[in-house]
């Protein structure tokens, strides 16, 4: 079955960076576009950044546009979220997720068909 597992997350100082990893397995990793979303508490799971099966295209929400960066392996079936100069409002849980389908956009969970467990972020101020 279908597998996403995030790692990299913890507790980190206002300014510092984390990279966030998301390993797929029992999916075409090669062909299907991946993307990152967070949840804080008592808010709803938003999206932060997403890409294309290739790697050709990136997508940001503004809130992070400028200090994350998305990339991908598609021979190690794993992809990665570098965050630079992190803020409080980071804080979050932050999760990985596949999109099968071409249409449907990138920036809504509607649009994806499975997600990870979600790796924990805490920006300290």
């Known amino acids: 079955q279908v597998q996403l597992v995030e790692s990299g997350g913890g507790l980190v100082q206002a300014g510092g960076s984390l990279r966030l990893s998301c390993a797929a397995s029992?999916?075409?990793?090669?062909?299907?576009?991946m993307g990152w979303f967070r949840q804080a508490p008592g808010k709803e799971r938003e999206f932060v950044s997403a890409i294309s099966w290739n790697g050709d295209s990136t997508y940001y929400s503004d809130s992070v546009k400028g200090r994350f960066t998305i990339s991908r392996n598609n021979v190690k079936n794993t992809m990665y979220l570098q965050m630079s100069s992190l803020k409080p409002e980071d804080t979050a849980v932050y999760y990985c997720?596949?999109?099968?389908?071409?249409?449907?956009?990138?920036?809504?969970?509607?649009?994806?068909?499975?997600w990870g467990q979600g790796t924990q972020v805490t920006v300290s101020s």
């Open positions: 029992g999916l075409s990793f090669s062909s299907t576009a």
């Open positions: 997720a596949a999109k099968l389908r071409s249409s449907g956009g990138y920036y809504h969970t509607g649009a994806y068909n499975y």
